[in-house]
């Protein structure tokens, strides 16, 4: 079945270093992937996503790219502040006929500190 | 816009009680609507998906006599839990789509404890 697998954190940075968070997948056919955070004490918020291949969502400053070959949709950003500290999930949905449902990757803890 | 809400927020229950978790699109109308378990340290689990004025479409391994889902508007969707026992609980997050838009919206999910 389809599965996602993105980096165990938590990841810890100081502000303004590079951050990137590796996320490979597992589908049959074509997904559409997806960057999910969760800050503190919210729901999760769609950070970017990708529909195709090579497709690049980028949003706030976060960037990733739909790599086919690689199977993977890993999230970069050049320059971290404390208030990106979060949880972010790599999501897939395999656009089946079971309508729009998510796999999720089990979520990796950003602490950006000053 | 695209606001989704859970209540309650958090809940303590005793272990053979039935607990209602509410899931509530504020400003849109949700045609479908999916509940997921969270786990500590672990990935959302979709248990199950909502379609307004249809029985619920649970995934393998989930108890549809245990978690009974109701979506009876557009707007709302209740998860009750029947008898909960210990091993219920859990973090439980909903999510609502609007119409034959693709995004998921989700709510900020609810902390069920069952003593």
């Known amino acids: 079945g389809d599965s996602v697998t993105q980096m165990e954190g938590p990841v810890t940075l100081s502000e303004e270093a590079c951050l990137t968070i590796?996320?490979?997948?597992?589908?049959?056919?074509?997904?559409?992937l997806f960057w999910y955070v969760q800050y503190p004490g919210e729901g999760l918020q769609l950070l970017l996503k990708?529909?195709?291949?090579?497709d690049k969502g980028s949003n706030k400053g976060f960037e990733a790219t739909y790599r086919k070959e690689t199977t993977s949709f890993h999230l970069e950003k050049g320059s971290v502040q404390v208030s990106d500290s979060a949880v972010y999930f790599c999501?897939?949905?395999?656009?089946?006929?079971?309508?729009?449902?998510?796999?999720f990757g089990t979520g990796t803890q950003l602490k950006v500190e000053l | 816009g695209a606001v989704v809400s859970q209540h309650p927020s958090w809940v303590i229950c005793k272990s053979g009680t039935s607990v209602k978790i509410e899931c509530r699109s504020l400003?849109?109308?949700?045609?479908?609507m999916f509940w997921y378990r969270q786990f500590p340290k672990q990935s959302l689990m979709l248990m199950a998906t909502?379609?307004?004025?249809?029985?619920?479409?649970?995934e393998q391994g989930v108890e549809k006599d245990k978690f009974l889902i109701n979506h009876a508007s557009l707007t709302l969707s209740t998860l009750t839990v029947t008898s909960a026992h210990p091993e219920d609980s859990s973090f439980y997050i909903c999510?609502?789509?609007?119409?034959?838009?693709?995004?998921?919206?989700f709510g900020p999910g609810t902390r069920l404890t069952v003593t």
């Open positions: 909502s379609n307004e004025g249809s029985k619920a479409t649970y």
């Open positions: 999510s609502a789509v609007p119409g034959q838009k693709y995004e998921q919206y």
């Open positions: 990708a529909t195709k291949a090579d």
């Open positions: 590796n996320c490979t997948y597992t589908a049959t056919g074509y997904p559409s």
């Open positions: 400003d849109f109308q949700a045609t479908t």
């Open positions: 999501a897939l949905s395999a656009n089946t006929g079971g309508g729009n449902k998510l796999t």
